[in-house]
């Protein structure tokens, strides 16, 4: 489980479909906090990844509030002169449509996790997402209040397991006209609240882990970490290159696997 969460949690293919397709398939019934945990495991790594740019956030925020606080300047100025301030606007603009939609999401998403066909149809809409990625022209263009608003409504609507987060709200971001590699780092970047605040729903969970339960927990955590950083790595040089819709051929055989599963009396 660990593994499928490192590589599915980056790789543009849906970790919470291929969660649920694997629990299905083998007959696991892991504990929610095992999902949660490797849920902070996957954070983790993006937040080591982008740790320039979440810095350089932290810093031109908190220097920002200090400037206009003694009064040294007024918060358009701070706006236009901190780029780290602006970008986490545009990230705090994002995550109020994702809170909204995925809260809402979640209250229906246990259900909707127990059709693998579902699951396997939403697998093969994410396949047709990437392939869409293939005829957009290159942009140049960088995330604005809109984009970022419209970014946050695609990623709330990336909660329905066979959805990929990070495949929509790249493909989202590139239909807008963001470059390439603008896309794909800021789509890390807003997955960041998302999935902390998501975390904090689910601490309760983890607090409920089994003392003996804990070493598999570690082990499990520190392969989603590693296998993780080098998912992410991955994907990032395939985003440069324009080449998103590769990772369809994958998802199409998935999720028509996952049909056929189920036809022949698999769930």
């Known amino acids: 489980m660990g593994i499928i969460q490192g590589l599915t949690e980056f790789l543009p293919v849906s970790s919470s479909g291929h969660l649920v397709l694997t629990e299905h398939i083998f007959g696991l019934h892991p504990k929610l906090y095992l999902a949660a945990v490797l849920h902070m495991g996957t954070l983790a790594v993006t937040i080591v990844y982008f740790r320039a740019e979440l810095w350089q956030m932290v810093v031109d925020t908190f220097g920002a509030v200090w400037t206009v606080v003694s009064r040294r300047a007024t918060w358009r100025q701070v706006w236009q002169d901190r780029s780290g301030l602006r970008l986490t606007g545009l990230v705090a603009?994002?995550?109020?449509?994702?809170?909204?939609?995925?809260?809402?999401?979640?209250?229906?998403?246990e259900a909707m996790a127990d059709s693998v066909v579902l699951v396997s149809?939403?697998?093969?809409?994410?396949?047709?997402?990437l392939v869409v990625t293939r005829f957009i022209p290159t942009g140049s263009g960088k995330p604005t209040l809109a984009k970022a608003f419209w970014l946050g409504v695609v990623q709330g609507l990336a909660v329905l397991p066979g959805i990929s987060r990070s495949g929509s709200t790249i493909a989202a971001g590139l239909l807008l006209g963001m470059d390439r590699e603008e896309a794909g780092r800021f789509s890390f970047l807003i997955s960041v609240p998302a999935v902390a605040?998501?975390?904090?729903?689910?601490?309760?969970?983890?607090?409920?882990?089994?003392?003996?339960?804990v070493p598999g927990?570690?082990?499990?955590?520190?392969?989603?970490?590693?296998?993780?950083?080098l998912a992410l790595w991955w994907l990032m040089r395939y985003v440069k290159r324009g080449r998103l819709h590769v990772f369809a051929w994958y998802l199409l055989p998935a999720g028509f696997g996952g049909l056929a599963w189920w036809l022949w009396g698999g769930a």
């Open 197 to 213: 605040g998501a975390g904090l729903l689910e601490a309760g969970a983890i607090a409920k882990a089994p003392v003996g339960e």
């Open 121 to 129: 149809a939403l697998l093969l809409v994410t396949a047709a997402i």
């Open 93 to 109: 603009v994002a995550t109020i449509p994702t809170g909204i939609i995925g809260l809402g999401i979640q209250r229906s998403w």
């Open 217 to 229: 927990i570690v082990v499990g955590t520190l392969l989603a970490v590693v296998v993780g950083y």
